[in-house]
C-alpha cells in the first residue's frame, strides 16, 4: 500500500503557518504549544519543516535526552505506530540508529543520524530513513536557550525534495516532541488555540 494512501486514511490533518515572531507570543501559550511551520525553501525547490516549543527542564538534561539512545527511544515516535510498536535505538560512531519494530517485530522503518554538531545548546545531523518511507538525506539542526526552569527548543528538518516527505516528517516531530515535553513534565497539555500557532495532540 502506497504511503499516500495511508496518510489519507489515518486522516491526519497538519496546520500549516506562517513565520511567526516568539516575542509575540504570550509566555502562557509557549509553555503549553507546540508551533509548527512547513515551507517550501526560496533558494531551492527542497522543503523544510520547523518547530518551536518550551520545555520544562534546563538545556543540559534535554541535550541528554536528545542524545542518549535509552532516552530516544521512549520519546520519539513514528507516524501511524500502534501502541504494539517499539523502538530500538544504539549509538553509531558519530550518531545514534533507532529501528522501529511492529508488534510482529518486523522492522518497519530504520532512521540513521550523523552529528556535525553535538554541543549542549545546538545538535545538528544527517537524518536518512529506510524502510517503506524513503526520503533523500536530509538535516535537523535542534537550539536550545533558556534558564533553570524552561528552556525554548527550536528544531528545523531541511533538504526534502517533495512535500510528502516533509509532512511525513512534520507527523513525526510533531508526535515525538510532545513525548519529550511529557518526558519532563507529565502534566504538559494543549491550551485553546493561540492566533498564528497549532495545537497539535
Given at each position: 500500500?502506497?504511503?499516500?494512501?495511508?496518510?489519507?486514511?489515518?486522516?491526519?490533518?497538519?496546520?500549516?503557518?506562517?513565520?511567526?515572531?516568539?516575542?509575540?507570543?504570550?509566555?502562557?501559550?509557549?509553555?503549553?504549544?507546540?508551533?509548527?511551520?512547513?515551507?517550501?525553501?526560496?533558494?531551492?525547490?527542497?522543503?523544510?519543516?520547523?518547530?518551536?516549543?518550551?520545555?520544562?527542564?534546563?538545556?543540559?538534561?534535554?541535550?541528554?535526552?536528545?542524545?542518549?539512545?535509552?532516552?530516544?527511544?521512549?520519546?520519539?515516535?513514528?507516524?501511524?505506530?500502534?501502541?504494539?510498536?517499539?523502538?530500538?535505538?544504539?549509538?553509531?560512531?558519530?550518531?545514534?540508529?533507532?529501528?522501529?519494530?511492529?508488534?510482529?517485530?518486523?522492522?518497519?522503518?530504520?532512521?540513521?543520524?550523523?552529528?556535525?554538531?553535538?554541543?549542549?545548546?545546538?545538535?545538528?545531523?544527517?537524518?536518512?530513513?529506510?524502510?517503506?518511507?524513503?526520503?533523500?538525506?536530509?538535516?535537523?539542526?535542534?537550539?536550545?536557550?533558556?534558564?533553570?526552569?524552561?528552556?525554548?527548543?527550536?528544531?528545523?528538518?531541511?533538504?526534502?525534495?517533495?512535500?510528502?516527505?516533509?509532512?511525513?516528517?512534520?507527523?513525526?516531530?510533531?508526535?515525538?516532541?510532545?513525548?519529550?515535553?511529557?518526558?519532563?513534565?507529565?502534566?504538559?497539555?494543549?491550551m485553546s488555540d493561540y492566533s498564528g500557532g497549532s495545537n497539535i495532540r
Amino acid at each position: 500500500m502506497s504511503r499516500v494512501c495511508r496518510i489519507t486514511r489515518c486522516s491526519l490533518i497538519f496546520v500549516m503557518t506562517s513565520t511567526i515572531s516568539l516575542a509575540a507570543i504570550p509566555a502562557k501559550y509557549l509553555r503549553d504549544q507546540i508551533v509548527s511551520e512547513v515551507v517550501r525553501e526560496h533558494s531551492s525547490s527542497a522543503w523544510k519543516v520547523s518547530f518551536r516549543c518550551s520545555v520544562a527542564a534546563e538545556t543540559r538534561r534535554i541535550f541528554q535526552a536528545l542524545t542518549t539512545p535509552e532516552h530516544i527511544e521512549n520519546w520519539l515516535s513514528f507516524p501511524f505506530c500502534r501502541s504494539s510498536c517499539r523502538n530500538q535505538a544504539s549509538r553509531l560512531p558519530n550518531g545514534f540508529s533507532v529501528a522501529h519494530l511492529c508488534a510482529d517485530e518486523l522492522l518497519f522503518n530504520a532512521i540513521a543520524a550523523v552529528y556535525s554538531t553535538c554541543r549542549t545548546r545546538k545538535v545538528a545531523f544527517s537524518w536518512s530513513v529506510e524502510g517503506k518511507v524513503v526520503p533523500d538525506r536530509t538535516f535537523v539542526d535542534i537550539r536550545l536557550c533558556g534558564d533553570f526552569e524552561r528552556s525554548l527548543l527550536r528544531l528545523q528538518h531541511t533538504g526534502f525534495r517533495c512535500e510528502e516527505d516533509c509532512r511525513w516528517h512534520q507527523a513525526l516531530w510533531s508526535a515525538s516532541l510532545q513525548r519529550l515535553c511529557r518526558f519532563f513534565d507529565p502534566m504538559f497539555g494543549i491550551m485553546s488555540d493561540y492566533s498564528g500557532g497549532s495545537n497539535i495532540r
